[in-house]
C-alpha cells in the first residue's frame, strides 16, 4: 500500500568516506550532479533542517617519492653557475692569502737565520778583538815594564877569555827591558873580542841575559918578524909572542899567506888530526893546497900528505903507522894516497 507524501522518512545524508575524500583533496573532479540521488521533496513545514556532517581532520602529508638513483653514487645537486663562480673565487683568494702568509713566515724564518748568523758573527769579531787587545796590552806591560829588565849577565863557555872581561862590555844595557835589547850593539861589542869565534844569547826572565861563548882554538904559530902569530884555523891572529909558543907547530907558508889555498889545506889537515900524531907535530909546510908536508919532532921523519882531500883517512893511516916505525930513524911516511900508504927509511 502506497504511503501518502509527505509521511516518507527523510533519506540520511550520506558520511562521505576516506576513500571518497581522498579524490577531493587531491583535486579530482568531484561526482557529476546525475550520480548523486535527489532526495524527495518535502513540505516545508514538516521538513526537518538536515544537520552538517563532522569535519573530518586531513591526513598526514605523503613525501613525493624520489626517484631511484645509483646507490654507489649518490646524487649532488648543483649550485647555479653564478654561486660556482663565486666559490672557485673565495677558494682561489683563500689560496692566495695562505701563500702570502706561508710567504711571509719564510721570509721571518730567513731573517731571523741571517740575523742570528750575524749577531753570532759580531760576537766572534767582538770576543777577537777583546783577546787581541788583550796580548797587546800585555805585551806592551812586559816590555815597558820594569819588573822584566836586564839586571844580571852571565857568561858561559870560555877558556882563555875572562868573563868578567865581557860582562864589562856588554853592561851599558843593565837596565833595559829583555824585550828591547839591542843585538847589533851587542854584537859590536863582543866583536872586540878576538878570540870569540861565535856566541848565542839566551834570555831567563825576569831579568837574566845569558851569552854562550864559543872561542878560537889555536892551530898553530907563524914566524912575523921577530914575533910568533898565533892563529886559528881561519888565520886569525889571536896573540902574538916574541917567543914560540909551546905546543904549537910552526906553520911554514913559504911565499903564501894566511888566505891562501895553502893555508887552508894546513888549516883542514891540523883539524883532523888524531891527538897522538899532534902531540908530535913539529911543522908544516905547503907551497899549493897538494903539497901538504908534515914534520914530526925529536927526529928527522917526515909526512907526505899531499892534497887535505880524504884527510880523516889519511889521518888514521897516518896513526897506525908511526905506531909501527915511530922509533925506526929518519924516514919518509907517504899517506898521499892512503889506500897504498907506505914508510920509507933513510
Known amino acids: 500500500m502506497r504511503r501518502p507524501e509527505g509521511f516518507d522518512e527523510p533519506a540520511r545524508a550520506e558520511v562521505p568516506s576516506a576513500a571518497s575524500a581522498e579524490p577531493k583533496r587531491r583535486g579530482?573532479?568531484?561526482?557529476?550532479?546525475?550520480?548523486?540521488?535527489?532526495?524527495p521533496t518535502e513540505p516545508k513545514s514538516a521538513k526537518p533542517k538536515p544537520t552538517k556532517p563532522a569535519k573530518q581532520p586531513k591526513p598526514p602529508r605523503q613525501p613525493k617519492p624520489v626517484e631511484a638513483t645509483d646507490p654507489e653514487r649518490p646524487r649532488t645537486t648543483q649550485p647555479p653557475r653564478r654561486l660556482r663562480r663565486a666559490s672557485a673565487s673565495r677558494?682561489?683568494?683563500?689560496?692566495?692569502?695562505?701563500?702570502?702568509?706561508?710567504?711571509?713566515?719564510?721570509e721571518k724564518r730567513e731573517l731571523r737565520r741571517f740575523t742570528r748568523r750575524v749577531r753570532r758573527r759580531r760576537i766572534a769579531w767582538a770576543i777577537g778583538l777583546t783577546l787581541v787587545g788583550?796580548?797587546?796590552?800585555?805585551?806592551?806591560?812586559?816590555v815597558y815594564s820594569p819588573l822584566l829588565a836586564l839586571r844580571d849577565i852571565r857568561v858561559e863557555g870560555t877558556t882563555s877569555l875572562d868573563p868578567a872581561q865581557i860582562v864589562d862590555a856588554v853592561d851599558g844595557q843593565l837596565g833595559t827591558p829583555l824585550a828591547l835589547l839591542d843585538e847589533g850593539?851587542?854584537?859590536?861589542q863582543l866583536g872586540e873580542f878576538t878570540l870569540i869565534r861565535s856566541y848565542s844569547t839566551e834570555i831567563l826572565p825576569p831579568g837574566t841575559l845569558i851569552i854562550h861563548v864559543v872561542e878560537r882554538t889555536p892551530v898553530g904559530a907563524m914566524v912575523k918578524g921577530s914575533r910568533f902569530q898565533?892563529?886559528?884555523?881561519?888565520?886569525v891572529v889571536l896573540a902574538t909572542s916574541p917567543q914560540r909558543p909551546a905546543g904549537l907547530p910552526l906553520i911554514d907558508l913559504e911565499a903564501?899567506?894566511?888566505?891562501g889555498a895553502a893555508f887552508g889545506s894546513i888549516a883542514e889537515v891540523l883539524l883532523v888530526l888524531p891527538t897522538s900524531v899532534r902531540d908530535q907535530l913539529d911543522a908544516i909546510s905547503a907551497t899549493t893546497r897538494d903539497d901538504v908536508t908534515l914534520t914530526l919532532a925529536g927526529s928527522t921523519q917526515r909526512v907526505v900528505w899531499g892534497s887535505a882531500d880524504d884527510s880523516e883517512h889519511k889521518a888514521r893511516v897516518l896513526a897506525a903507522l908511526v905506531a909501527i916505525h915511530g922509533g925506526s930513524g929518519p924516514g919518509t911516511y907517504d899517506v898521499s894516497a892512503p889506500g897504498t900508504a907506505v914508510f920509507n927509511a933513510g
Do not use: T
Open 28 to 39: 579530482l573532479p568531484k561526482p557529476s550532479a546525475q550520480a548523486r540521488p535527489k532526495p
Open 91 to 106: 677558494v682561489a683568494e683563500a689560496e692566495l692569502r695562505a701563500a702570502e702568509r706561508a710567504r711571509k713566515r719564510a
Open 134 to 142: 788583550s796580548l797587546v796590552g800585555i805585551s806592551l806591560m812586559a
Open 185 to 188: 850593539e851587542l854584537r859590536d
Open 230 to 235: 898565533i892563529v886559528d884555523a881561519a888565520g
Open 256 to 259: 903564501s899567506d894566511v888566505g
